[in-house]
Nanobody
Framework: QVQLVESGGGLVQAGGSLRLSCAAS????????MAWFRQAPGNEREFVAA????????NYPESVKGRFTISRDNAQNTVYLQMNSLKPEDTAVYYC?????????????????WGQGTQVTVSS
């Protein structure tokens, strides 16, 4: 069993930055592909970023490419999401997810474990 706990959300003005963290339990964290998803009210859960077990492989949708960066520290069992140049449309609950495969995936159905989410609100 893996438990994921997100932190770092909050209220920020458009153009600002936030860094989300996801702390994972379990000794096999470094074997998991990890990702961030987000969900705004009335919308489906949306893929935001993913990273392979080593950190060598990453993937982003066009909506956040060049603004968001995913990274991980396997020694600390933590994955991060650095978000720059934030826009009001980035407002959502952000979820951390883990899959029991070493490489990443972009579909929410590919992930086995989820955190409780952290709210990010970007004001205009």
């Amino acid at each position: 069993q893996v438990q994921l706990v997100e932190s770092g959300g909050g209220l920020v003005q458009a153009g600002g930055s936030l860094r989300l963290s996801c702390a994972a339990s379990g000794r096999t964290f470094n074997r998991y592909g990890m990702a961030w998803f987000r969900q705004a009210p009335g919308n489906e859960r949306e893929f935001v970023a993913a990273i392979s077990w080593s950190g060598a492989g990453t993937n982003y949708p066009e909506s956040v490419k060049g603004r968001f960066t995913i990274s991980r520290d396997n020694a600390q069992n933590t994955v991060y999401l650095q978000m720059n140049s934030l826009k009001p449309e980035d407002t959502a609950v952000y979820y951390c997810a883990a899959r029991t495969r070493t490489y990443f995936a972009t579909g929410s159905y590919d992930y086995n474990y989820w955190g409780q989410g952290t709210q990010v609100t970007v004001s205009s």
